[in-house]
């Protein structure tokens, strides 16, 4: 029994040569197949290396960029819902508040004619204008008669002269303490923030002499 284990520990140097042998054919064997390798491959790795690295770079630079679009995109949507929650309730509150205008009345001051919510909501302040008032006699139309440069006929109540580069012809316009009109006229004088406002008779043009009035341009 304990020869036997002598007799085994005495083989064990030989398998160890062999395995010696065995390791050192393979060693030259991967010598060879280095040797074999040519220099533009291990170029080609090395810069395989550093086009990896750029490709992680241009990610992270890629995924900046990304994070900001993101960002923009993401602030114009949120203003584009507050935009449209906006309109809808401009929207609701003109459905609510209608502007109806009345053309068929005698012009005169009235606190009555106040910039209400139905024309606040409906109409866009131009602010304040010079309100004059013109009839058709030759002293304020020079010939025109009751003949409005659109073509209408002068109607008192409907009737306004202004300036279309200032107020566009055909607008409905609302004049505070006075009410509704339709710019259906122009004057020689009526520049700027200026308005003639249309009556039926020439004396009432003396009495209403100039005002001072809060002007809005209505939707149509
Ligand atoms: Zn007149």
Not at 59 to 76: D, F, H, Y
Not at 106 to 134: C, E, M, R, W
Not at 198 to 207: A, N, T
């Amino acid at each position: 029994m304990h020869f036997k284990k002598m007799k085994s520990l005495l083989c064990l140097p030989a398998i160890a040569l062999c395995a010696t042998l065995s390791m050192g054919s393979a060693s030259a064997h991967d010598a060879n197949i280095s040797r074999n390798i040519p220099a533009s491959d291990t170029s080609v790795a090395s810069i395989g290396m550093i086009s990896s690295n750029e490709q992680v770079a241009i990610g992270l630079v890629r995924t900046t960029e990304e994070m900001v679009r993101a960002r923009e995109e993401l602030a114009a949507r949120k203003e584009a819902i507050e935009a449209a929650k906006i309109a809808e309730e401009q929207a609701a509150i003109q459905a609510a508040n209608p502007y109806t205008p009345n053309y068929q009345r005698i012009v005169a001051y009235s606190p009555a004619h106040t910039a209400n919510q139905s024309i606040t909501a409906n109409g866009i302040d131009l602010g304040k204008f010079k309100i004059t008032f013109y009839c058709a006699c030759e002293q304020c139309s020079g010939g025109y008669g009751n003949n409005t440069a659109t073509g209408t006929k002068c109607t008192e109540g409907r009737t306004i002269a202004v300036d279309p580069s200032v107020i566009p012809l055909g607008s409905e316009v609302f004049i505070e303490g006075f009410g509704s009109f339709v710019a259906e006229d122009t004057g020689g004088a009526i520049k700027q923030n200026k308005i003639d406002i249309y009556l039926s008779d020439h004396d009432r043009c003396y009495s209403l002499g100039v005002a001072n009035a809060n002007v809005y341009l209505m939707n149509k």
